[in-house]
């Protein structure tokens, strides 16, 4: 078998970002669609480790720094989710509607 | 340098990191799409291993797989999701998400076939025993800025979280 090269890896995120893309563009579950996000940033860590791979460091210090930002995003984004959940006993994205015309 | 079986775990890691993502945006159940997630997060920490990222890795274990993932399933308990569930699960503009994505898959492709011949076919051969060490003055000393930054971060998210969840806004 062939050997693993980097463009193994970003084939490997690129898959991991649409499959992100679509779910938070077709599924109507909020908390489906933060997962969707979590996945998108995942595939954004494994370009950035497997790019440093082939320079420095400084990529994994990126995937690190991406990985705060994830926890404070969830934090964030599930407060959001509660306070909704509590004013409209709805979890569908679709049923958001109040800044639409 | 070559570890054995490099191939093999590769193609094992990423199968299941891609089957899982699938799981996790066709399930049902909030519960089962956020199982299928931590397996994808677990199967994306051997593939940090295999890169040479070891603290990357425990990183991502134990603040992804074990800290946001236990956020996760605590709101998906807090959240009474009975109703959801047997509602449609996709939205009605599918159809033209998908073709959106496609696209982008298109575009994906094209990039990638276009400039594989740019990366550096050499890799740098990390030490391996002091990845977390050489992590850490890269941390303290090149982004110390961003890391304070990042601190303050979560604390204004800690905040904001708390005041978003309190019962009366």
Not at chain 1, 72 to 86: D, Q, T
Request: avoid cysteine; glycine fraction near 4%; charged fraction near 10%.
């Amino acid at each position: 078998m062939a050997e693993i090269t980097t463009l193994h890896y970003l084939v490997v995120a690129a898959a991991l970002f649409l499959i992100g893309v679509i779910g938070v563009l077709t599924r109507r579950n909020v908390i489906i669609i933060l997962m969707s996000i979590e996945l998108i940033l995942n595939a954004v860590n494994l370009n950035l480790v497997a790019f440093s791979r082939l320079y420095n460091l400084h990529g994994q210090v990126f995937a690190i720094f991406i990985i705060a930002d994830a926890a404070a995003e969830a934090a964030i984004a599930l407060g959001i989710l509660i306070a909704f959940f509590r004013n409209k006993e709805t979890v569908n994205m679709d049923e958001v509607d109040l800044l639409k015309w | 340098m070559m570890p054995v079986a490099t191939t093999f775990f590769f193609y094992f890691l990423s199968i299941i990191a891609v089957v899982s993502a699938i799981v996790v945006i066709t399930r049902k159940s909030p519960v089962h799409s956020a199982l299928a997630l931590i397996t994808t997060l677990l199967s994306l920490a051997g593939l940090y291993l295999m890169l040479y990222a070891p603290f990357v890795a425990a990183v991502q274990i134990v603040l992804y797989a074990g800290g946001i993932m236990v956020l996760f399933l605590f709101v998906i308990m807090l959240v009474n999701l009975e109703k959801a569930q047997l509602e449609e699960r996709f939205n009605k503009q599918w159809q033209v998400a998908l073709i959106a994505v496609l696209t982008l898959g298109a575009l994906l492709i094209f990039v990638f076939e276009k400039g594989r011949s740019v990366f550096p076919q050499t890799v740098t051969n990390f030490p391996e025993n002091t990845n977390t060490q050489a992590i850490g003055l890269l941390l303290y000393r090149d982004y110390l800025m961003p890391f304070e930054i990042a601190s303050l971060l979560l604390l204004v998210a800690i905040v904001g979280a708390v005041v978003m969840a309190k019962k009366r806004v």
